[in-house]
């Protein structure tokens, strides 16, 4: 087989990647764009060329050889944006997952690496290909090389051989660097000839073939403008034609057989492709199959229970309530084991929830129940009519606030982490997928002991380790009665007007009807709207939109593709309507619908404590902070959610600004501090100081500007990321950061300081002592190390946001049971808490809960909170 090498500008893709996608990131911040556009043209490039050997180039350098000859040699360039050199790092990472060789080269571009070692390639009679998305490369065609050149997009390339590059300009490849040279190029700062374009040269080229005999030839030259423009620029593009030539000779210390593919890690790209969110291809790669056994280290005596006693129930006891479903609300409870001095105990359900003595147990809180889950065995047992209370250990929690970025907290790892090896995995009981199911009662039984004995052991050990970070008492005081406060809001779940429902999906399907209709008029034709791949054929070749990308399976249609588009044709605002409303229709309408309990008539979501870094609270089954309230219909969809009682109104309270408000006090920064204590608009106070202006001479933009800094600077906003935000220059945006850290010292001072003391301490707190870990904050690597310094910044404002609300749920939980009152609180939505009030004590609520909530922490500047009420969610706000 006759060998085949394929070179990839490695500086070129990624850079083309990084434009022609939206700035995707992981759940962690880690930008991923350029990385994936990167991954989905490299699994193209093996699918299709299927090459025998390979190399990646990279440029080495900021300075080269070329800048000895002219130092202004690529000056014009603007900084390669922290988002994309932060993507570097991967790039090189996934290579070497694939084990695809990569060089570069001091002094020298990638260029001059690949136009080295096509030269050794075709001196061998071998087949190369060339990809990049810089034409210069096209110098390097010949009858064993060919060059892809990207188009807008990142796997779609115009393809030139000797053929076709003669086809679209009537050159040879020789001839390239002389139209590059006469044109010059703005990306690289090569001044060519002013006032000579590609039109221009190709004339001239067609003429006189070279450079050097367009020089030779001014005389022959018609139009006095030009003659002179050439005859005062000889020098310079003869120097401009050095300068695009790339170098066929350089010092490379690897040979083309050392290029030849090998088998790639499979288990490098499972895990590169998990850590980056890929989900789409890690299907491809991933091997995730659990052992079908685990060992175990030592037997497990323990009772199977015929006949419950008080006896058995003594302080403190472990408990495992085990419910074999991800949804445990109303889900049949499968057993129950519990560990403490006396023994190892397992009860069948029918036992336990008959049993007077359990039932009592369980409900007196004197007596100290350890768990895992705290909220998940309240919730379960209480759809049982059994009370849980006197629970004071969770060992989930526990394990979560000693290191929230630990992937797994299931009962099993905890235990392996700290040398205890006598659990298995759910898994391996239960089986996984369609192949699951409720194992025999002396398996079952033996795995929930084995879970309870694991917590009665570990309890101990975990209380002291979270005694010695200084989070005990956030532990004991807020994470525990919060989960307590969480069980009670998820039994009570929130109301639904089923009808009310059921008519906003049929108003808002007989909209997709009508939209549809009018997208088949504008085309002229009946097609799927919901098929991309006719939808593209209709935009760009029945309709003769311009092409923006193509994908393998053929024109991108995605949304920001159509955005692009939106001013070209009255058709894709609707395309664009009609997707977002199809989204409403079946994620959230029909989505609601399936999940609105039978027997309560009620949506019971459920809260996650034990997920995000930050401490935020987030909901899922279904997800009710995340209903989409910028379009109006889904806007709408809060009236389905009502009081569950006649005469009663829901209340929604939620706090003003709250993450700039602890950015002051954490920062002590006094410009900040004064602005809110004496109650003025923040983006007003920042674009006043900011843009030196007086408070009436502030302006909408103004404001907006200021805004999204304000927004943006803890979270280490670059010049880049805010001018995409507010559509300006880079230069613009990199001017306004200067101006608000200038106008904001104490800010900037707080965000150099908590960088320092991360590296120092290897992890950042909230003020109630919340850790979140940052190993990579010292790194080598460009890309985790600026992460890590993002996150360091914001955590201790986001986290501490965090601990706020959830101070305040626990305090307002006590403060409605203390006064009395019917109220129920129904919903956390980040930085809002939702309840349902008895018309009559509105006005005990509208005093209440703003005190509750603007005294959950002293801060040196005043929390605020904003309500309202009426007779819908959609009515309270």
Not at 388 to 409: M, R, T
Not at 726 to 755: H, Q
Not at 824 to 848: G, N, R, S, T
């Amino acid at each position: 087989m006759k060998n085949k090498l394929v070179l990839i500008d490695g500086n070129s893709i990624a850079y083309r990647a990084f434009f022609a996608l939206p700035l995707l990131s992981t759940n962690k911040g880690i930008y991923t764009n350029a990385v994936y556009g990167f991954t989905t043209m490299l699994l193209k490039v093996l699918e299709e060329e299927k090459p025998t050997h390979m190399l990646v180039a990279f440029d080495a350098g900021k300075t080269t050889f070329r800048h000895k000859n002219y130092q202004e040699y690529k000056g014009g360039r603007q900084k390669t944006p922290s988002e994309l050199s932060e993507q570097f790092p991967f790039i090189r990472e996934l290579l070497d997952a694939f084990n695809i060789p990569r060089y570069e080269l001091d002094q020298y571009e990638a260029d001059d690496i690949i136009g080295t070692l096509s030269k050794k390639a075709e001196e061998e009679d071998w087949e190369v290909k060339v990809f990049s998305g810089d034409k210069d490369l096209l110098q390097l065609v010949s009858d064993h090389v060919t060059v892809a050149v990207t188009k807008k997009g990142i796997t779609d390339v115009d393809t030139y051989n000797i053929e076709a590059l003669h086809e679209k300009y009537g050159l040879s490849p020789d001839q390239i660097i002389d139209m590059k040279a006469l044109m010059g190029d703005k990306s690289d700062n090569i001044p060519g000839v002013p006032g000579v374009g590609e039109k221009t040269a190709l004339k001239l080229l067609h003429e006189f073939g070279t450079v050097d005999k367009v020089l030779e030839s001014i005389d022959q030259i018609s139009g006095k403008k030009m003659k002179e423009r050439l005859e005062e620029n000889r020098d310079q593009a003869l120097m401009s034609k050095e300068l695009v030539t790339i170098l066929r000779e350089t010092p490379v210390e690897i040979s083309i057989s050392d290029l030849q593919l090998s088998e790639y890690n499979k288990q490098k790209i499972s895990d590169l492709f998990k850590e980056l969110e890929f989900k789409s291809l890690l299907g491809k790669f991933s091997d995730d199959s659990l052992e079908e056994q685990e060992m175990l280290d030592e037997e497990m005596n323990y009772e199977i229970v015929e006949e419950i006693t008080p006896e058995m129930f003594v302080s403190p006891t472990a408990l495992v309530v085990e419910v074999n479903d991800e949804n445990y609300h109303n889900a049949p409870i499968q057993g129950i084991g519990f560990v403490n001095e006396k023994g190892r105990f397992y009860l069948s359900t029918e036992k336990a929830l008959t049993s007077d003595y359990f039932k009592q147990w369980a409900k007196d809180p004197g007596q100290e129940k350890l768990t895992f889950d705290a909220k998940r065995a309240i919730v379960s047992l209480g759809w049982h009519e059994v009370d849980l209370e006197g629970v004071n250990f969770d060992l989930l929690i526990a394990s979560y606030l000693l290191n929230p970025a630990e992937s797994s907290h299931d009962v099993a790892d905890i235990a392996n982490r700290r040398g205890y090896a006598n659990v298995q995995h759910d898994e391996v009981v239960y089986g996984k997928g369609a192949k699951r199911k409720i194992p025999e009662e002396d398996v079952l039984s033996e795995h929930l002991i084995r879970k309870a004995d694991a917590l009665f052991r570990l309890y101990e050990q975990v209380s002291e380790e979270l005694k010695e970070n200084s989070q005990y008492e956030l532990f004991s005081e807020l994470e525990m009665p919060l989960s307590v406060v969480l069980g009670k809001m998820e039994r009570q779940g929130v109301e639904v007007d089923v009808n009310r429902l059921e008519n906003m999906g049929k108003e808002v399907d007989e909209k997709l009807q009508r939209l549809g209709k009018e997208i088949h008029e504008l085309a002229g034709v009946e097609f799927n709207v919901n098929s991309p791949k006719q939808l593209g054929e209709i935009l760009f070749e029945k309709l003769q939109l311009p092409v923006v990308k193509k994908t393998k399976t053929g024109y991108s249609t995605s949304a920001d593709v159509l955005e692009k588009l939106a001013d070209k044709h009255e058709i894709i605002p609707k395309i664009l309507d009609y997707r977002q409303l199809g989204k409403l229709y079946s994620t959230y309408i029909e989505g609601l619908l399936k999940v609105v309990n039978k027997e309560s008539n009620k949506i019971h979501t459920r809260f996650n404590q034990a997920i995000t870094q930050t401490g935020r609270l987030s909901s899922t089954d279904p997800n009710l902070q995340n209903i989409p309230i910028r379009l109006e219909e889904g806007r709408k969809i809060r009236q389905a959610f009502i009081p569950a009682q006649d005469d009663w109104v829901i209340f929604a309270a939620d706090y003003s600004q709250i993450e700039l408000r602890v950015l002051a006090h954490i920062a002590k920064d006094e410009k900040l501090i004064d602005a809110f204590n004496e109650g003025m608009d923040i983006h007003t106070k920042t674009a006043m100081d900011v843009f030196g202006a007086k408070e009436e001479e502030v302006t909408a933009d103004m404001r907006r500007h200021a805004k999204a800094v304000n927004f943006g600077i803890v979270y280490g906003i670059s010049d880049y990321g805010l001018s995409q935000s507010l559509g300006i220059t880079r230069k613009e945006a990199a001017a306004f950061i200067e101006r608000y850290l200038e106008s904001f010292p104490g800010v900037k001072a707080y965000m150099d300081d908590i960088i320092q003391q991360a590296k120092r301490d290897g992890f950042v707190t909230t003020l109630l002592n919340r850790r979140r870990y940052l190993p990579e904050i010292n790194s080598r690597n460009f890309n985790l190390r600026s992460f890590a310094e993002r996150t360091a910044m914001n955590t201790p404002i986001q986290g501490t946001a965090a601990d706020i609300i959830k101070l305040a749920m626990v305090e307002m939980a006590k403060r409605l049971e203390s006064e009395g009152l019917e109220t129920k609180m129904l919903l956390q939505v980040h930085d809002e808490l939702i309840f349902e009030v008895p018309k009559c004590e509105v006005d005990v609520l509208k005093k209440i809960v703003p005190e509750v909530m603007e005294s959950a922490l002293s801060l040196d500047v005043p929390l605020r909170v904003d309500y309202s009420y009426g007779s819908t969610w959609y009515d309270a706000k």
